[in-house]
């Protein structure tokens, strides 16, 4: 599949859990063209179980705090 990730497959209760291991965080800031918002580009981090999206104020620390 990916030398960045792998993917798991777990039954619990008769339902199918999906887990996505990380091996190595990106060199550089990945940033997303959305689609369904006229190919805007979004920044998105994880935080608690959820994907966020952030200013660009946001991305702007976040990525100095991480990448610099």
Do not use: G, Q
């Not at 959305?34 to 952030?54: D, G, T």
């Amino acid at each position: 599949m990916s030398s960045k990730f792998e993917v798991e497959f777990i039954e619990i209760d008769a339902k199918t859990i999906v887990t996505i291991h990380i091996k190595d965080k990106a060199s550089n800031p990945v940033i997303i063209k959305n689609p369904e918002k006229n190919n805007n580009e979004e920044f998105y981090i994880r935080r608690n179980a959820s994907a966020v999206a952030l200013t660009m104020y946001e991305m702007l620390s976040y990525t100095k705090d991480n990448w610099e």
